[in-house]
């Protein structure tokens, strides 16, 4: 049994018959990781220590007799912007560069209550900005597909984790594409559930109103049993959403779309679009006409104004969020010599704290708040907001969920875009209207581009609080085309051998 | 030309960040084409849209007033770059004059 290559599902069961032990699953995800993460970089810390300890707490509770939560003893690789108790977070910056936070996230503590084994704190984009990780003050992780090129972003590490099979789940954060489109580019999947259902306390705010944390998994069952894990109401965080879970693991297995309302996004396609990825999507739009799905275009046209509208609003969240690092309670202090005062040291330590593209949105947020530049900018955003939304629910009207590609592209070699801000911005093209919407959307493998042989992710979109949809669709999908492919996508990936 | 250097400069003071003359002629242009392109935002024509700020919307999440444990003195001061007596040491905050 190859450990590392089964399934979250699998290891569950074989953990539920005292098959494995959760220590065995641990050491063997420890002993993958020291042996390909030299390569790949998906993780800040490795936590060897602790997840041994909480394996083996696993194990002896369960030698006892007790009743365990299905991830019991499975292992799951943490972004590095989830605070976590006795473990750094960094957030992929100089400034939190050796800061221990005194508390667990909520979703951190949620892991460690189901007896999710936590192996390690994954790279990131400093503060989640960005599609490449190539904005981590610590260097880029690399795509297990091909080692030269992105694992996409901010999210990346967790995703090169769970594509190189350093660890079976993991979570991240999507505030305007964080999550899908690294699972896109990595050939694995990821969500980014309805905006309020899974908690933000004790997650590094980056834009509050957007961010949003969720699973990647290498199947869609797999994402689903760790968004229901994390998911659910949290006092801590008064936009956490007071509602059940939606169906998430049940829609998975079911995995059934007949009679299912698909609306392909019409304006999420043409320019800008590489033809490989276009034609693997039109292939998987036609393999959920074949399973039964009355597929329909629909028109989002304001679509188009989205990924302006983010660039004004996150940045100007962000220009607000990122004021608390002030060189004075914790994380760096620079130039505190006895000469300088509070704001010159402050003014020092966030220049040498943050890196270029934080810099970059904090300057653009607060430009867009600035008075005489607000109404113009930020309102108009604002309204721009409202405009997408009733897009969404017009569509939505129509159809039960919406498809598009999750990404204009494939993975881009490392370096392309990395001083290019607004190319790099064109990564989140399709996954933005989501987080503007605040509804779920999920991206699951849907082929190979012909070009270069990389991996598409296929976008599926639904009203918040309907999750389940996402992954009824997503995994009737993934179940057609591993009919079709023989094996999963994953087995092509040959950045580390075979 | 929407945004000038001399604006990106006064943009970081504001915001405390004491960008060298080299970062300011890399970010000038670049900050320069970002706001031309988010402009076009305002193509929209969105007399009367009320604006949205969030997506969920709830309004005035209360909850019950009641104490619960917090970090000991030792554990939120554990971080701090300096601390003196038991409080966070900070630069001066006042000019001598």
């Known amino acids: ?498 | 030309m929407p945004i000038t250097r001399d604006e990106v400069a006064h943009l970081a003071r504001l915001s405390r960040i004491a960008l060298s003359d080299a970062e300011l002629d890399h970010l000038a242009p670049q900050l320069d084409q970002i706001i031309t392109a988010v402009a076009q935002v305002q193509e929209v024509a969105a007399e009367g849209i009320p604006p949205t700020s969030h997506a969920t919307g709830l309004t005035n999440v209360f909850r019950a007033d009641e104490p619960v444990p917090c970090l000991t003195p030792e554990e939120a001061l554990a971080q701090a770059p300096a601390v003196e007596r038991q409080r966070f040491k900070v630069p001066r905050i006042l000019g001598e004059d």
């Open chain 1, 1 to 498: 049994m190859e450990l590392t290559r089964m399934t979250a599902a699998e290891l569950s069961a074989a953990l539920a018959t005292s098959e494995v032990s959760a220590t065995e699953v641990t050491q063997a995800h420890l002993d993958r990781i020291a042996a390909v993460d030299d390569r790949v970089h998906a993780f800040l810390h490795i936590a060897a220590d602790s997840a041994l300890a909480q394996a083996a707490d696993v194990d002896q509770r369960r030698a006892t007799g007790e009743q365990l939560a299905p991830l019991a003893g499975v292992p799951v690789a943490v972004k590095d912007v989830f605070t976590t108790k006795n473990m750094p977070t960094t957030c992929g910056s100089r400034i939190l560069d050796g800061w221990h936070p005194p508390y667990d996230a909520t979703i951190t503590r949620r892991l460690k209550q189901a007896g999710a084994i936590i192996l390690g704190k994954t790279n990131m984009d400093e503060f989640a900005m960005g599609s490449s990780t190539e904005n981590s003050a610590f260097g880029p992780s690399r795509n297990p597909w091909d080692l030269d090129k992105i694992p996409g972003g901010s999210s990346g590490g967790s995703a090169a984790a769970v594509a190189a099979y350093e660890a079976p789940l993991a979570i991240g954060t999507d505030t305007g594409g964080s999550i899908r489109q690294p699972a896109a580019v990595c050939g694995i999947v990821g969500t980014k559930p309805t905006y309020g259902g899974s908690s933000r306390y004790g997650v590094v705010a980056f834009a509050s109103s957007l961010d949003t944390p969720g699973p990647f998994g290498r199947t869609v069952l797999d994402a689903a049993l760790l968004h229901e894990a994390i998911s659910g109401h949290d006092p801590m965080d008064s936009t956490s959403i007071d509602a059940p879970v939606p169906p998430v693991v049940a829609a998975a297995r079911e995995a059934d779309v007949s009679g299912m309302r698909i609306g392909v996004v019409t304006d999420l396609s043409g320019d800008g679009y590489q033809p490989g990825v276009l034609s693997r999507f039109a292939e998987a739009v036609e393999l959920l006409e074949s399973l039964g799905a009355k597929v329909t275009e629909v028109s989002c046209p304001h679509f188009k104004y989205a990924l302006p509208a983010y660039y004004l609003i996150a940045p100007s969240e962000c220009s607000s969020n990122l004021a608390r690092f002030d060189a004075m309670r914790y994380g760096l202090r620079v130039g505190d010599d006895g000469t300088r005062d509070a704001e010159e040291v402050m003014a020092l330590t966030r220049e040498a704290g943050f890196g270029a593209e934080v810099k970059r949105r904090i300057i653009l947020g607060a430009y867009a708040l600035s008075s005489g530049y607000y109404d113009a900018y930020y309102g108009k955003a604002q309204q721009v907001r409202t405009l997408i939304i009733r897009d969404f629910d017009a569509a939505f009207g129509q159809v039960d969920v919406l498809v598009s590609p999750a990404t204009p592209t494939t993975a881009f070699p490392l370096g392309e875009r990395a001083d290019d801000p607004m190319a790099m911005y064109l990564a989140d093209l399709c996954t933005i209207p989501s987080d503007l919407a605040g509804n779920a959307a999920i991206s699951v493998p849907c082929g190979l581009a012909a070009e270069d042989g990389l991996p598409v992710g296929l976008q599926v979109m639904a009203p918040a609080l309907a999750d389940d949809r996402l992954y009824r669709v997503a995994a009737a999908a993934e179940a057609a085309f591993a009919g079709r492919w023989g094996q999963p996508l994953l087995a092509s990936a040959k950045g580390l051998g075979a």
